[in-house]
């Protein structure tokens, strides 16, 4: 099994929902982790509400470029809106590192959620495209902010689909999903069928609607 | 819970496996199924072959057009190339009914699966805007042919996400899947979000190919 222990994660877009709370498992897990955001000030300010709320070591805070400068691994964890405009930005602070994206381009109008077209395919190709010298994985699409944060959960009951064409990078990624207690880290095929995988969030967000839940994905026979 | 015993369910393209094997799975379950063919020998060829493997009644064979007039609800199991043709040529038959689209429009290359575009969206809003009669859902994508057709598996471990625009059909639909040993039916969103559960099956037989399996998915927190 590929080894984790050491790496250090960076996560831009740290202070949403979804990049705190898995920097918050990551840090407990004994994962470096770096929270990044466009104010360092905020950043650092939310690294330290995890060192004090969840009494873990080794988060800390710096702005996006300080982030993704300072990471071995960095996961893409912004509004879908500003998604190109920032990776377009931090090119050079990426270069021979493992992405990960797990944006999911999604719409709401009075009918509920909705995946939106995406010119590249979808984020992660999106991802690859301005990042032609970056190792581009996608995964960590369905994973429930909600549960995340309550760290009464122990065990986060869900697979993580991880796509992507550079197998070692999706191993890496894959490590990084079981370092997470009840998380699994699935190979979900390469980056050309991440579009079905961020569209899906949408109908998980349905499925939450109609049963009250915070639904996630296993993959059975696996 | 919806009644289903009673049904009659059709399943036109029933000689293909995932056809077959789910007609096989309702007979089991005391459904009375038509298998529907282009030929109406090769649909009651499949049937007899099924009352004899199985040993289960009520199985028969009819052409599709018989199959589509003397079921309740049709499963429209046939391969994506001629989906549209044959439910054009079905629309009166159709009219009223429940009808259930399991189609996934995939292509291979030398990379693998991956999904092809639909001008409508997806094979399932291809079938809404054919049959505007009809009750349209989406259904049953992502189950194994392979476990299916095999009785030594007494329960198939997998829920099958039911998707459309009308509660009543797609409580009936989800019942039909839940009528299945170990099977169970969560509803999946609306219509208009099918194109991804169709294009996940690409990435589910990118799964099946690295791990040597036949992939399902379950909904956790539900």
New interface residues.
């Given amino acids: 099994m590929t080894d984790v222990t050491g790496l250090t994660v960076g996560v831009l877009g740290g202070t949403g929902p979804q990049g705190k709370g898995l920097a918050l498992r990551w840090a407990r897990a004994g994962i470096g982790v770096v929270i990044g955001s466009r104010s360092a000030e905020r950043a650092e300010a939310a690294a330290a509400a995890l060192r004090e709320d969840a009494g873990v070591e080794g988060i800390r805070g710096l702005d996006n470029a300080g982030c993704a400068e300072a990471a071995d691994v960095v996961l893409v964890a912004v509004p879908w809106d500003g998604h190109g405009e920032l990776l377009e930005a931090l090119r050079d602070q990426l270069v021979g590192k493992i992405v990960i994206d797990c944006v999911n381009p999604l719409g709401f109008d009075k009918?509920?959620?909705?995946?939106l077209p995406v010119d590249e395919g979808s984020a992660a190709q999106q991802a690859e495209k301005l990042l032609p010298e970056s190792r581009v994985t996608a995964a960590f699409h369905h994973v429930?902010a909600v549960?995340l944060v309550d760290l009464s959960i122990a065990e986060m009951?869900?697979d993580v689909?991880v796509?992507g064409d550079d197998r070692e990078a999706t191993d890496q990624v894959r490590a990084l999903a079981d370092a997470i207690p009840g998380m699994r880290g699935?190979?979900?095929?390469?980056l050309?069928?991440a579009?079905?995988?961020e569209?899906?969030t949408?109908?998980?967000i349905?499925?939450n609607r109609?049963?009250k839940?915070?639904?996630?994905?296993?993959?059975?026979?696996?």
Same sequence: chains 1, 2.
Avoid at 213 to 222: E, F, L, N, S
């Fill in positions: 009918q509920g959620p909705f995946a429930s549960h009951d869900t689909l796509l699935v190979y979900g095929g390469r050309r069928n579009h079905q995988v569209a899906l949408a109908n998980l349905a499925i109609r049963y839940a915070h639904a996630g994905i296993r993959v059975t026979d696996v």
